[in-house]
C-alpha cells in the first residue's frame, strides 16, 4: 500500500536518516506534522471567511428564493450567479482533509515498509525511548505497552475534548442560522419536502459527527507507533486550530 509514493519517500527517507543524531525520528515525525497543518492553515482560514460570506449572503438569497418560488430551475440559476459574482463557494470545500491523506500514506509507509524504493528502510530501526516506531500495540512487550497507552489516553482525551467542542459549535451555528431566519419573510423560509429532508439528514449527521473524533483512539491502536504519533499530533492542532479560528466565525479578526 502507498508503494507510489516510493519516488518521493526515498528523499524524505534519507533526509530523516541523515537528521537522525540531531533530530530523533520520532521527533521528525511531529515536527513533519505540525510543519502540514501550518501549510494547511491559511486554507483553513479562508474556509471560514467563506462561511462567514455565505452567511452574510443569506439575506439576499431568502429574496432569490421568494422570487422565483414558482420556477425552480430560474431560482438554481440565480443562487449560483449570486455565488459566483461574490465569489463564494455554494458548499465548504474538503481540499484540506484530502491534502493530508497522502502525507498520513507517506508516514504510514515510511515506518511499516521494509524496503523503500528497493532499499533497506533504515528508519524502522529508530525507536522513541526505545520503543521501535514501526511498533503496533498489539505485538509489543510489556515494557514498549506504556507509551501507547499514554498516547491513547492523550488521544481519548483530545477526542472527547474534539466532541464537546464540535457539539457546542453546530449548536452555536444552528441558533444563529435560527436568529436569521426568524427575521426573514414567511414565504422565504417555507421549506420544500425535499429541502425538509435534507435539513433532517443534516440534524443526523450533526449528532454523529462528534462521535467520529474517537475514531482516531482506534486508529492509533491499531497502527504504528509512528502514525499513532502523526494523528496525536495532527488531532491536537486540530482542536486548537477550531478554537481559533471560531473567532473568525463570528466575525472577529
Not at 154 to 162: G, P, Q
Not at 178 to 192: E, F, V
Not at 197 to 224: C, G, I, N, Y
Request: some cysteine.
Amino acid at each position: 500500500m502507498f508503494s507510489f509514493l516510493d519516488p518521493v519517500l526515498l528523499p524524505v527517507h534519507d533526509l530523516l536518516d541523515a537528521l537522525s543524531p540531531v533530530v530523533p525520528a520520532g521527533l521528525a515525525v511531529v515536527l513533519l506534522t505540525l510543519a502540514l497543518r501550518l501549510v494547511l492553515h491559511p486554507l483553513n482560514r479562508r474556509t471560514q471567511h467563506q462561511a462567514v460570506r455565505r452567511r452574510e449572503l443569506e439575506p439576499r438569497l431568502a429574496q432569490l428564493r421568494s422570487q422565483h418560488a414558482k420556477d425552480p430551475q430560474a431560482m438554481q440559476r440565480a443562487v449560483l450567479e449570486l455565488h459566483r459574482e461574490e465569489g463564494v463557494p455554494l458548499a465548504p470545500g474538503c481540499l484540506t482533509a484530502l491534502l493530508q491523506v497522502p502525507v498520513f500514506g507517506m508516514v504510514y509507509r515510511l515506518f511499516t515498509a521494509p524496503e523503500i524504493a528497493g532499499a533497506h528502510n533504515r528508519l524502522l530501526d529508530h525507536t522513541v525511548l526505545g520503543t521501535p516506531l514501526s511498533q503496533h500495540l498489539v505485538g509489543a512487550g510489556a515494557g514498549d505497552r506504556w507509551i501507547f497507552l499514554v498516547l491513547i489516553g492523550l488521544t481519548l482525551t483530545v477526542a472527547a475534548f474534539s466532541a464537546w467542542q464540535l457539539r457546542r459549535h453546530m449548536a452555536e451555528d444552528r441558533a444563529v442560522a435560527a436568529q436569521a431566519a426568524a427575521g426573514r419573510p414567511s414565504t422565504a423560509t417555507q421549506l420544500s419536502a425535499q429541502q425538509q429532508a435534507m435539513a433532517d439528514s443534516m440534524e443526523q449527521v450533526t449528532k454523529v459527527m462528534p462521535l467520529l473524533s474517537f475514531l482516531t483512539v482506534a486508529a492509533v491502536a491499531s497502527l504504528p507507533l509512528a502514525a499513532g504519533l502523526y494523528l496525536v499530533t495532527s488531532t491536537m492542532w486540530g482542536l486548537l486550530e477550531r478554537a481559533s479560528l471560531r473567532r473568525i466565525r463570528h466575525g472577529r479578526r
